[in-house]
Antibody, heavy 121, light 106 residues
Framework: QLQLQESGPGLVKPSETLSLTCSVS??????????WGWIRQPPGKGLEWIGS???????SYNPSLKSRLTISLDTATNQFSLKLISVSAADTAVYYC?????????????WGQGTLVTVSS | SFELTQPPSVSVSPGQTARISCSGD??????ACWYQQKPGQSPLLVIY???KRPSGIPERFSGSNSGNTATLTISGTQAVDDADYYC?????????FGGGTKLTVL
């Protein structure tokens, strides 16, 4: 049974870097059928795609975040991570990690439980 | 840029059929999927590739996609279906989400 679990600081200061990790169990991040990504949801608002990365190197980034964004995979620990630089209050949100199917329609089929990150001094 | 538009709210009586629309330019050229989100929970995939149901999703959930509109239909709506619903499609390599619809079962 696939499980994804986000971890990282819940509070980040403005202009600093937001760093989160997603631990994957029940599947390998080296699978050729899937990519691994992030979605966020500001409090009380809708969902926003951040980006994804597959083991083969296929990437998908939200154009509005691309210049501040790094997504990477760690095959040794079966984890993937998100780094978002130069954050502001607008980056305050619940951050979800997720698995995306790569072979047909790109369906985001499994989500982590989410972690709230607040940007504040 | 590509956008998906959903009604902010839909109300339905228990046992009746709820329909939630999602509109976007030539949406039928893309695959649409739907997520259910209850308060404090992560989104749950309920429909993918326009009309397919993941394992474990009740048969009362169905979907269609034609022209500029995708529709999520919940037949025989139950109280447990009270939730926010989001449609999603891909615009090139970016996932686009609708703004969400609050389904109230009353």
């Amino acid at each position: 049974q696939l499980q994804l679990q986000e971890s990282g600081p819940g509070l980040v200061k403005p202009s600093e870097t937001l760093s989160l990790t997603c631990s994957v169990s029940g599947d390998s991040i080296t699978s050729s059928s899937y990519s691994w990504g992030w979605i966020r949801q500001p409090p009380g608002k809708g969902l926003e795609w951040i980006g994804s990365l597959s083991y083969s190197g296929s990437t998908s980034y939200n154009p509005s975040l691309k210049s501040r964004l790094t997504i990477s995979l760690d095959t040794a620990t079966n984890q993937f991570s998100l780094k978002l630089i130069s954050v502001s209050a607008a980056d305050t949100a619940v951050y979800y990690c997720a698995r995306r199917e790569e072979e047909v329609a790109g369906t985001i089929d499994h989500w982590g439980q989410g972690t709230l990150v607040t940007v504040s001094s | 840029s590509f956008e998906l538009t959903q009604p902010p709210s839909v109300s339905v009586s228990p046992g009746q059929t709820a329909r939630i629309s999602c509109s976007g330019d030539n949406l039928s050229d893309k695959y649409a999927c739907w997520y259910q989100q209850k308060p404090g929970q992560s989104p749950l995939l309920v429909i993918y590739q326009n009309g397919k149901r993941p394992s474990g999703i009740p048969e009362r959930f169905s979907g269609s996609n034609s022209g500029n509109t995708a529709t999520l239909t919940i037949s025989g709506t139950q109280a447990v279906d009270d939730a926010d619903y989001y449609c999603q499609a891909w615009d090139f390599s970016t996932a686009i989400f609708g703004g969400g619809t609050k389904l109230t079962v009353l």
